[in-house]
Structure formats: C-alpha cells, structure tokens
C-alpha cells in the first residue's frame, strides 16, 4: 500500500528532481532491510590451489540447529491420537499480494500440504476445515481420517472470494461445539491461518477463549500479516503456539512444524485403553466384490470388521456399524517414530574421530569400501567427505554418538526429517 | 545391464554387517568392463567376503563368550544405507537414470522380531520417495516384513521352492524396468497379513486394546500401560458416534 501512495505522489510533482531527502532515505533503508542478509560474497572461500568455491557449513549448521530442537524433545509425552480443526482466513486481507499471487492461493496451497503431511505424520487422527469471512465462519468439511476429500475441498476456485472480516470468536465457538462430544483420550486442536489484523466479534473474544481451555481445547495461530495481541492472548492461555511468518517459506515452516504431535500437558489428555480393530483385506478379483460402507459402493477391494463383519472401503476408520475404530498395524507403526527418535549427530572433530577409530575397529567389513581421496566417506550415501578440521572443508561432516560412524549432511538431514533409523546403529552398534 | 543409463549397487551382508561389494553409478569417465559388467570381480569379491565372515566366527566366539546369541541379518540396516543411496542420487544434478529406483533384497534368513519399527521406518520412507521395495527369500518360511514391504511399495515378493529356480525368478521378473513389470504374467499370492500381534503374548489378533500415549497393542485390558508405564482411567470402547468414554464399557 506504501507504494502505491508513493506513486501518487511521484504523480502529483511530476518533477525527478522534487524527490525530496526523507524519500530517499526511507528507500534506502528499505532497501538494506530487505538485502541485508544477502551478501553471498562472504561464503566464497579460497582453497589452497587458489580456486574458488562456496563454503556451505555456515548455512548447514543454522539447519541443523532447528533439527536438533526436534529431535531433544523425545522424553515428552506427546499427543498421539489428534483432532485438528483447521480454520482458513478469507477476510478482504487475504487477498494482499504480498505473497504470490495473492495471501490467499499461498495459504491453499500450503494448506494442501500441511494436509498431507499431517495424516502421514498421524495416521490415526482426524481433521475438519472451516472458512471465516464475512463475519462467519463455515465449515467446510466434518472431522475425517481421510486426506483426499480434504484436499479436494481447498480448491480456490470452488471456495469463492474473500470478502468481509474474520471473527475470531466464532471460530472458537465453532470448534468447542465441534471438539466437545470427542473421546477425552483425543488431542483436542484448533489451527488458525490468520492473515487479517483484527477480529470482529458478537462479544467478548476472550470468554470464547476461557471456554476452550475448560473443554481442554489447544488453539495455535499461524498470522501472515503482523503480530496481534488478541492472538497471543488466546494461544498463551490455552497452551499453543503463535508464529508470524515472514515470507513464503517461512510459512511454509511454521504451518508444517504443527504437523508432528505437539506436547501433551497432564491436564489435557488422560490416558485410556482404546478398543482397535485390525481387519483383514479381501482379494481383489473382480468377481468378488461386494457393497462396502454408508454409501454401499460395489467394491472389490475391502476390509472386514472383525467384530460386526461390516465391510469398509479403506482404513484407517470408524466401522459405520458398530463404531469400532478399524487400523492396520502399519498405520500404528507411523507413530512410532515420534516415540524413538534418532538422537542426533554431532560435528565431527579430531578427538572424536580418533575416539571412533578405537570402536569401529571391531566392524573391518564395513571400512573402506569405496575408494576416496580424503580417506572418509559417508556410511549412509558413500560419498567422499573431507576429514575433520581439514582446510577448505566443503561441507559439513558429521557422526553418531552411537555407533561412531560418519555421515554428510544431507544424510543427516535425511535421516532425521523422514528415514528415522541410523544406519550405523541398526548394526548393532552399542 | 539392459540399458547404460542403468546404474547398480551391491550390498551383502551377514549378522551384524554389510558391506559394499559393488557400486556402478557411470560417473568414472575410465570405467574398465569391470565396473559396468562385474560378474567375474563380483564372484571373487563375494567369496573373498564369505571367507572373511567364517574367520571372524572362528575368532569371535573368544571374544564374545558372555555375549547373547546373534539376532539375525539386520535388514534394517542395509534398508537404509540402501535408501540413503538412493536419496542421493535423486538429488543429483544432471545424469538421473529415468524410472523408478528399486532395491531387491534376496534374503536367506527369518525375520527378526525386533527389527519390526526400523524395516517399517523404512518402508514408508521407500513409500515416500516412490521407491519400489522387491524381495526374494530362500528362507524356510515367509518373511511378513518383505511381504509388508512389497505390498506397500508396490513391489514383487517370491519364495522360489528350491535355491535352483532363483536364477528363473532374477531372470524372468527383475531384469526389466518396474514399467513393463505390467506386462508380465506376474501372480502374486495374496497372504498380506496386516494383523497386528500384540505386545505381551505376540499373539496375532483381530481386536486389541491400544494405549493411547504409546500406542502399543495388547491383546487384553490391563490397569497400567507396560511399555510407557501411564495408569489408565478406564476402557474406551468403539461405541457408534464418538460418545464419552464409560469405564469399564
């Protein structure tokens, strides 16, 4: 908007050369705001032959710094089994062109991935969507376990366009009403993507907050446009998180940090027994099909519940007959990821490396196995990584506290962000 | 070697390791024959490698006197150097052979039951990176872990009757590509067991009791959790329309 009332003005004087002193100044310090940490010349590094080249470790070691805050939180009880409501912003704000093309097909987008990401990370919970515009909030879609027809409802097209305010209220309203009559053994959560800068409510927004903590319901916003206090006011009391996101890839971070299990604090959930089934898969010969589910589609491809027989299309879910939750046990084993986690490597340094040596001696079939210049090579990828502390260190190198074995960087990152097991260690390391 | 864009890793291994025997990714400008068509250094390396394993047998139980019996392959372990390869190579600049990546294990040893969340760690990190796990087993009987691997992936799972038809199998399913794999007379039994087996008795069961903070599975209610140790408040069960929970329902 700035820009656009700098334009008229230019308009208006229609002479260069009336661009007065305090303009420039503010260009200029826009302009260093926005390039300051832009000065790619100082990772060009010389070797010892003279030549050029880009030292990566500096921006290596700032990503591994946020993996390593994930990885230490693994004595935390966390919420497994969670029931998310995700609120969309379609209030006139959301239609600033600050993030291309506009706020809005941004957030859908990243939406549809946090989506995605979020069943993959928590097969065995559920999310719902509601749009607030206008001064109301609608909900889109019921609390399900399945991630397509989610997705397929983000669609900008279909939602129509932003209009009106966002009433922050409503949507606290409308997610207690939602979240109340769930088992009490469920995570309860409210996700808002806020991008608007104030909330229009019917009453008192914090007596809507009040009452989600008491129905043990934990609201997190995501803001696009500017910090608001109403916000940290509420996510504070109820025990989620508030970030405001800088840029597209920052929104990016913070929509799918909320995709793995937030820490479960004793009052919100108790732990219970829940009664699961596993159901056995038909065969899929075309001339077995039956009629499975609510919707009774001829399917060939089916589950059976083991309790009342009923055939369901596709797991996980809840049996339409009796309500007995209905998994395999590869969905299970999804989560257990969350609940053993790699500890994570460290730099590597020459006492480590002689300290390595002394243990890795017991495994001579797991050494040398690819010819390299520097002598080590990633156990994970096998490729060439320079020794420790050695000049003109390209890339970070790094090993396991465990088994003492060497990894590349992105073999780290690999392995924590989607692999889960070390390689080093499933040998038996100590 | 049907085709030079082609590239191919060997990895062998025993108990409690594994090791390269051969890597052919075409990046060396001077690849010999050997590199591309390694047949012959394959087999001395192999044997070379067997022969180093009974050495350190003969030698280790010296060492290891107080030590538990051996676990098995650590198939997880070789899953993932497999699969750290593979991300690798997909991420390369330039040169990224066309189809989709696929690991064929030939397994000689059972399942080994603590390997259960690392193999399944990896298998749906294969599932995420579009990479098709396929298994081969000569073992006594079948491995649910590749055959979990197999279905989940989309891949192929064979137990040939003798160690004489491993050689039709290779030849007749993992010589091509996963494409034509389609086009091929490919029949696939259907024993997919995705039951789960409780933590207690590891009795396969069809309905089971799930803690919620730790997500293990048992077979019947109990007052306390014995993995994650949390006391339970009551029983839930699946009633219809999500009602509260009533102890002891």
Redesign the interface.
């Known amino acids: 908007m700035s820009a656009v009332d700098r334009a008229d003005d230019l308009e208006l004087d229609g002479d260069d050369d009336d661009i007065d002193e305090h303009e420039l100044r503010r260009q200029e310090e826009a302009y260093q705001r926005q390039y300051e940490n832009e000065q790619t010349w100082d990772q060009l590094q010389e070797d010892e032959f003279g030549n050029l080249f880009v030292d990566k470790t500096a921006e290596q070691r700032a990503r591994r710094k946020r993996l390593l805050s994930a990885a230490q939180s693994a004595r935390i009880r966390k919420g497994m089994i969670r029931y998310l409501l995700l609120v969309v912003d379609m209030s006139r704000a959301a239609s600033a062109q600050d993030l291309r093309p506009n706020r809005l097909a941004c957030i859908l987008g990243l939406c549809r991935s946090f989506i995605r990401e979020f069943f993959d990370q928590n097969p065995l919970s559920q999310l719902g969507i509601a749009i607030m515009r206008n001064g109301l909030v609608e909900k889109l879609t019921d609390l399900s376990g399945s991630p397509e027809a989610q997705v397929a409802k983000l669609d900008a097209g279909k939602l129509g366009s932003p209009a009106g305010d966002a009433s922050l209220q409503n949507a606290l309203d409308l997610s207690v009403s939602l979240l109340r009559s769930l088992p009490p053994y469920g995570h309860r959560e409210l996700l808002v993507v806020f991008s608007a800068l104030a909330t229009c409510d019917p009453g008192n927004v914090l007596d809507s907050a009040k009452a989600c903590k008491a129905n043990n319901i934990r609201v997190s916003v995501v803001g696009v446009a500017a910090e608001v206090y109403v916000c940290r006011r509420i996510t504070e009391e109820t025990g989620g998180t508030y970030g405001v996101a800088l840029n597209e890839t920052h929104l990016e971070q913070l929509l799918l940090a909320h995709s793995s299990p937030p820490p479960a604090t004793s009052a919100q959930a108790k732990a219970e027994l829940v009664r699961m089934g596993f159901p056995q898969r038909s065969t899929e010969e075309a001339s077995s099909a039956v009629f499975v589910g609510l919707e009774a589609r001829l399917l060939s491809g089916n589950y059976t519940c083991p309790r009342c027989k009923a055939r369901v299309p596709e797991l996980p879910c809840e049996c339409h007959i009796c309500g007995l939750t209905l998994i395999s046990s590869p969905h299970l084993a999804r989560s257990y990821h969350h609940l053993f986690p790699v500890p994570p490597y460290h730099e590597d340094s020459k006492e480590r490396a002689e300290e390595a040596a002394g243990v890795l001696i017991r495994q001579p079939a797991m050494r040398d196995e690819v010819p390299t210049s520097t002598g080590s090579y990633c156990f994970g990828c096998l490729r060439e990584v320079s020794q420790p502390g050695a000049a003109g260190q390209l890339h970070l190198t790094l090993r396991c506290g465990r088994c003492k074995q060497v990894f590349c960087f992105e073999c780290d990152a690999y392995v924590h962000e989607q692999l889960h097991n070390c390689p080093g260690c499933e040998f038996g390391g100590t | 070697m049907l085709n030079s864009h082609n590239r191919l890793?060997i990895f062998a291994g025993?108990q409690?390791?594994?090791?390269?025997v051969h890597?052919g990714l075409g990046e060396d400008a001077n690849s010999s024959a050997d590199s591309v068509f390694p047949a012959g250094s394959l087999h001395a390396r192999l044997s070379e490698?067997v022969a180093?394993?009974k050495q350190?047998a003969v030698t280790a139980p010296a060492a290891d006197a107080g030590a538990a019996a051996p676990s098995g392959f650590?198939l997880?372990?070789g899953l993932?150097?497999a699969?750290?390869?593979l991300?690798?190579l997909q991420?390369q600049r330039g040169g990224r052979p066309r189809g989709r990546p696929r690991v064929l294990c030939v397994l000689g040893s059972i399942d080994a039951p603590m390997?259960?969340?690392?193999v399944?760690?990896?298998?749906?990190?294969a599932q995420?990176?579009e990479v098709v796990l396929d298994a081969v087993v000569l073992a006594s009987e079948d491995s649910s872990f590749l055959q979990?691997a197999a279905h989940?992936t989309g891949g192929l799972y064979f137990r040939p009757a003798g160690a004489a038809a491993l050689l039709g199998v290779l030849l007749n399913y993992f010589v091509c590509d996963t494409a034509t794999r389609q086009q091929l007379d490919v029949t696939q039994e259907?024993g997919?067991?995705?039951?789960?087996?409780c933590f207690c008795h590891k009795f396969v069961?069809?309905?089971?009791?799930?803690?919620?903070?730790?997500?293990s599975?048992?077979c019947q209610?109990?007052r306390a959790?014995s993995t994650?140790g949390?006391?339970?408040?009551?029983?839930?069960?699946?009633?219809?329309?999500?009602?509260?929970?009533r102890g002891g329902s």
């Not at chain 2, 997919?192 to 087996?197: I, K, L, N």
Request: aromatic letters at 8%; hydrophobic letters at 40%; one cysteine or more.
């Open positions: 890793a025993q409690e390791m594994c090791h390269l890597l490698l180093r394993c350190a650590a997880s372990g993932s150097r699969l750290c390869l991300h690798r991420h390997q259960y969340i690392p399944m760690n990896a298998i749906f990190s995420r990176a979990q989940l259907l997919v067991d995705f039951r789960a087996s069961i069809e309905t089971g009791y799930v803690c919620s903070v730790c997500l599975i048992f209610p109990s959790c994650c949390t006391a339970f408040t009551g029983v839930a069960g699946g009633t219809g329309g999500g009602s509260s929970a």
